[in-house]
């Protein structure tokens, strides 16, 4: 079945560091591709969002690319902040279903 | 901008017991959904409802799980006879429409701790 695999966590960084977190998945057909970030205490928002190869999401300073070919989605941001700091979730859905499939999270911590 | 708001954000019960967690979903979205995430394990789908019935669902979601629309903004799952594996992060959320153009919409959560 469909599955979405991320790097273990946590991920600490120093703040303007260069942050990657991998995102690699498991899936019939071209599904669509999202990330979305819960901050501490609160739920799930959707980060940005990718709906077939090739395509670039972007938001709030964060990328990710869509490829197909090494069915990855790798969320990165050039130059992270204290206020980054949370948990990342890679998350995808297809043509023919309601349920998005998660990965398992990846705590990011950004040190001042 | 609008939200999926969830009450209570923590509900503690005894095991055997009903509980009923709370939901309203954004005004203007048509589908809704449950998940929920055991400690330190992935976001799990429970069950997706679309025009008063339920349109996918998990294997998760067996006879002791029941969502309700009991009005025009409420969304409620209900889990009949509480087990201790119950225990988890609920989250309920709503989309406009269906696929990955129509994000879906998530609540902060209900914490649900069975003793």
């Known amino acids: 079945g469909d599955s979405v695999t991320q790097m273990e966590g946590p991920v600490t960084l120093s703040e303007e560091a260069f942050l990657t977190i991998n995102c690699t998945y498991t899936?019939?057909?071209?599904?669509?591709l999202f990330w979305y970030v819960q901050y501490p205490g609160e739920g799930l928002q959707l980060l940005l969002k990718?709906?077939?190869?090739?395509d670039k999401g972007s938001n709030k300073g964060f990328e990710a690319t869509y490829r197909k070919e090494t069915t990855s989605f790798h969320l990165e941001k050039g130059s992270v902040q204290v206020s980054d700091s949370a948990v990342y979730f890679c998350?995808?859905?297809?043509?023919?279903?309601?349920?998005?499939?998660f990965g398992t999270g990846t705590r990011l911590k950004v040190l001042a | 901008e609008p939200e999926v708001t969830q009450t209570p954000s923590h509900q503690v019960t005894q095991m055997g017991q009903e509980v009923i967690l709370r939901c309203v979903p954004i005004?203007?979205?048509?589908?809704f959904y449950w998940y929920r995430q055991i400690l330190g394990q992935k976001v799990e789908f429970l069950v997706s409802?679309?025009?008063?019935?339920?349109?996918?669902k998990s294997e998760i979601f067996d006879d002791q799980f029941s969502v309700e629309r009991p009005d025009g903004s409420n969304f409620t799952l209900k889990i009949r006879s509480t087990k201790l594996e119950d225990s988890a992060m609920y989250f309920c959320?709503?989309?406009?429409?269906?696929?990955?153009?129509?994000?879906?919409?998530f609540g902060d959560g209900t914490r649900l701790s069975i003793l």
């Open positions: 959320a709503s989309s406009r429409g269906a696929g990955g153009n129509q994000p879906q919409h």
């Open positions: 998350a995808l859905t297809h043509s023919g279903t309601y349920k998005y499939i």
């Open positions: 899936a019939t057909g071209y599904p669509s």
């Open positions: 409802f679309y025009n008063n019935e339920i349109s996918e």
């Open positions: 005004s203007n979205h048509l589908y």
């Open positions: 990718a709906t077939k190869a090739d």
